[in-house]
C-alpha cells in the first residue's frame, strides 16, 4: 500500500468513526458573550424575578435565550442595563413552563415597533405544544398570537447546528433517573395520560476553542443526562463552562455529591448558577469541584460571561 493510499485511509476510518459516534466536524467560535436578562438575584439595576432568560452574542449574531416569567421583566431589564434586543431575531425556549415564556408576547410587541422581523424565528424542542391535563400549557395560546404575527416556531427532534459553532441539542434522553421535575404533571396522548417529563427541554452548546459552553434554562432532562447527550451526539471536548438553571435547588447532598464527580468528569471549571440551580447546591458543587469565588457563582440580573474575561458576577453574587 503507498503512502497516499495509506494517508486516504487513514482519514476515511477517522470521518467514519467520527460519523459513527455521532461526532460533528468543529466550528469554534472567535466571540461569544451570555448576559443574564432573568434571574432570582438582581445588583443596582434590573428586578429579580421566578425565571429565567440571558442574551446570548456569537460571532456577530443574537440568540434570546427563553423570556422570564412576567410579560415586562425581560424588557424593562434590557432597557436599564443597555442590552439593545431590536436586533434579535432568534429566540431559544428550552421548554414551556410560564417563567421561561412569559415575556415572549410583550417582547415581540415591543421590539418589531423599530424591526419587523424581531423575535421572528423561535426554536422550540418536539413536544412542547403538547397539551397537558388539568393545567394550561401557556404557549399555546401564545403561538397562535405570534403565527398571526408572521413569527415562525420551528421545532426540533435532534440535535442541530443553528450557527456554525452554535448547537440545539434538540430533546434529550434521560440515561440517569435524575428526575428533574415535580412528577405531577401530565400529558394528554392518544393512549391516556402520561407522566409530564418535560420531554421538550433542550439547551443550547457553544463550542469554544476552551471547550464547550452550555447554557441551559431548567435542565428538566438532568444537567448530566445533557453533558451524556452532548458527548454522543455533539462532540467530545470538555464542557468547560455551564450557564443558567440547573434545577438542583431540591437536589439531595448525595445527588449533589454523584453530579459533581460527573462534571468533573466532563471537565468543567465554570459555573453560573442562576434560577432553579439553588444557592445552596451552587456552592456545594463549587466545594466539590474546588472552584474558586470567581469561577463558580450565584448568577444575577446584569452579570456576565465572555471568552475574553470568563465570567463577571454582579456584586452580589461575587
Known amino acids: 500500500m503507498t503512502l497516499k493510499k495509506y494517508q486516504t485511509l487513514i482519514i476515511l476510518i477517522t470521518l467514519n468513526s467520527a460519523l459513527l459516534m455521532g461526532q460533528q466536524e468543529r466550528k469554534p467560535v472567535s466571540t461569544l458573550k451570555v448576559t443574564t436578562l432573568s434571574t432570582m438575584l438582581a445588583n443596582t439595576k434590573g428586578i429579580g424575578e421566578w425565571g429565567y432568560a ?14 422570564g416569567a412576567r410579560p415586562e421583566t425581560v424588557l424593562n431589564n434590557a432597557r436599564e442595563l443597555g442590552v439593545d434586543l431590536s436586533d434579535v431575531e432568534d429566540v431559544f425556549l428550552s421548554h414551556n413552563h410560564w417563567d421561561h415564556t412569559g415575556g415572549l408576547l410583550t417582547l415581540r410587541e415591543a421590539l418589531k415597533k423599530s ?11 418536539e413536544g412542547i405544544f403538547s397539551k397537558r391535563v388539568n393545567s394550561d400549557n401557556p404557549l399555546l395560546a401564545t403561538k397562535e398570537a405570534l403565527e398571526k404575527d408572521n413569527v415562525e416556531f420551528i421545532v426540533y427532534s435532534g440535535q442541530r447546528e443553528l450557527f ?19 412528577g405531577n404533571g401530565k400529558i394528554e396522548t392518544e393512549e391516556g395520560a402520561i407522566e409530564d417529563t418535560i420531554p421538550e427541554d433542550q439547551s443550547l452548546v457553544i463550542d469554544t476553542a476552551n471547550g464547550y459552553v452550555l447554557i441551559s434554562g431548567c435542565g428538566h432532562a438532568g444537567l448530566v443526562n445533557t453533558l451524556e447527550h452532548i458527548h454522543t451526539n455533539i462532540g467530545a471536548e470538555e464542557v468547560s463552562t455551564i450557564i443558567g ?9 448525595k445527588q449533589l455529591s454523584w453530579t459533581a464527580g460527573k462534571l468533573k468528569d466532563f471537565g468543567v471549571s465554570k459555573i453560573m448558577g442562576s434560577h432553579c440551580t439553588g444557592i445552596n447546591a451552587l ?25 475574553e474575561t470568563g465570567i463577571k458576577a454582579g456584586i452580589i453574587a461575587r
Open 245 to 253: 438553571g440547573f434545577h438542583l435547588v431540591q437536589a439531595s447532598d
Open 54 to 67: 440571558a442574551l446570548i452574542e456569537v460571532d456577530g449574531k443574537k440568540i434570546l435565550f427563553d423570556t
Open 115 to 125: 424591526n419587523p422581523n424581531a423575535l421572528s424565528r423561535i426554536h422550540v424542542g
Open 283 to 307: 456552592y456545594s458543587l463549587k466545594e466539590s469541584l474546588g472552584l474558586n469565588r470567581g469561577d463558580a457563582v450565584v448568577g444575577s440580573v446584569g452579570d456576565s460571561f465572555s471568552l
Open 164 to 182: 456554525p459553532g452554535v448547537w440545539i441539542t434538540g430533546p434529550i434522553k434521560r440515561i440517569h433517573d435524575e428526575r428533574n421535575w415535580s
